[in-house]
């Protein structure tokens, strides 16, 4: 039988590529969003008899509750994504990122699973600079406190755990307030620019293994449940000024020079381990190279139209 996977926040920059791969290998998906960035990210798809589009809210309980009704996996994706978006409007992202976790959790029965989306922002500024999943969490902002409480609330339940490197590369949906794509679309439009606190050392992640790690826990939930694993790649480690000479590579006209003014409200200056997820048999394909140039070819051609629509604030 189709397995039925309810995916909430499905049509943003995260849905918009595991939507469509969830499709191609024959799952039966429904999408419940409330389209805050409407639902053209999902187009590609529109044809499939396997998806199913709701619009609703994961804060109301009595939409969320028929929409959780016959499915088998939940992977929990909606959420006010990014410290300056939750601090914009705080009530708002506790409500959703908080609230909503545990009203999900509390409307499951005992046969659901949930993969829920969590972020490094949870571990803040570590002391030593190098986390495992065992290092104790930290977070500096509302963002990351608010997914470090989801993810108490969904390990209640056994769930799977995903604490995502920061993404990069296009998808259907765009995001450019992210480190890599924010980065090589400053390049493309100043061609000169400074970058602060260069040295800070961060973790990437491609969207396309993104949403590989997504499939990945659905096939092996029952060995990964009830834990928590890092998800990138030990090789893709980066400091910003690593990022930056990606891009000089890849844009040899842009110049990127280091300056000592200015300090990143993004305190993060860490390494991340992957071995755990590494051991069981994920690793990531798509190099910062390999998005780098995706997003120098595609950035210049985009419509304003569609540019609008890549900032969370
Ligand atoms: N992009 C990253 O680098 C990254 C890294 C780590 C973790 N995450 C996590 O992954 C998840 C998805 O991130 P994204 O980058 O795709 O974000 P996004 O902002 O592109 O997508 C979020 C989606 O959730 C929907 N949404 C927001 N509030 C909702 C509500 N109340 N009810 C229903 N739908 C609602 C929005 O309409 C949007 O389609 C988030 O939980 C985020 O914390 C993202």
Redesign the pocket.
């Known amino acids: 039988m189709t397995t039925h996977v309810l995916v909430?926040?499905?049509?943003?920059?995260?849905?918009?590529t595991l939507v469509p791969m969830l499709i191609e290998k024959n799952y039966k998906v429904t999408v419940?969003?409330?389209?805050?960035?409407g639902s053209e990210?999902l187009l590609s798809c529109s044809l499939s008899p396997n998806l199913t589009l709701i619009k609703?809210?994961?804060?109301?309980e009595e939409s969320l509750k028929k929409a959780m009704a016959d499915v088998e996996y939940i992977i929990?994706?909606?959420?006010?994504?990014?410290y300056p978006?939750c601090s914009k409007d705080p009530e708002?992202a506790r409500?959703?990122?908080i609230d909503?976790t545990r009203l999900i959790v509390k409307n499951m029965n005992p046969h659901q699973k949930i993969i829920?989306?969590?972020?490094?922002?949870c571990y803040g500024a570590i002391p030593d600079g190098f986390c495992t999943e065992e290092t104790p969490l930290s977070p500096l902002s509302l963002?990351g406190s608010s997914?470090a409480e989801?993810e108490q609330i969904c390990k209640e339940v056994n769930g799977v755990i995903?604490?995502?490197?920061?993404?990069?590369g296009i998808?259907q949906?765009l995001?450019l307030d992210?480190l890599i794509n924010d980065l090589s679309y400053k390049a493309l439009r100043e061609k000169q620019f400074e970058v602060y606190e260069s040295h800070f050392r961060r973790t990437f992640?491609h969207?396309k293994d993104?949403a590989r790690a997504f499939v990945f826990s659905i096939e092996n939930y029952d060995v990964m449940k009830g834990q928590v694993y890092n998800v990138g790649g030990d090789s893709l480690n980066f400091t910003k000024w690593d990022i930056c000479n990606f891009i000089k590579e890849a844009l040899p006209e842009c110049s990127i020079t280091q300056s000592n003014n200015g300090t990143d409200a993004d305190k993060r200056d860490y390494k991340v381990s992957y071995e755990k997820i590494r051991k069981l048999g994920f690793e990531p394909v798509i190099t910062v190279q390999e998005g780098i140039r995706e997003l120098i070819m595609f950035l210049p051609h985009l419509s304003n139209e569609y540019i609008k629509h890549t900032k969370?604030v």
């Open positions: 909430t926040g499905g049509a943003g920059y995260i849905g918009s419940y969003d409330l389209f805050n960035f990210s609703g809210d994961v804060r109301d929990h994706l909606a959420a006010i994504v990014g978006a708002l409500t959703t990122n909503a829920f989306s969590s972020t490094g922002s963002y997914k989801g995903l604490r995502l490197a920061t993404i990069f998808s949906r995001r992210l992640l969207i993104v969370n």
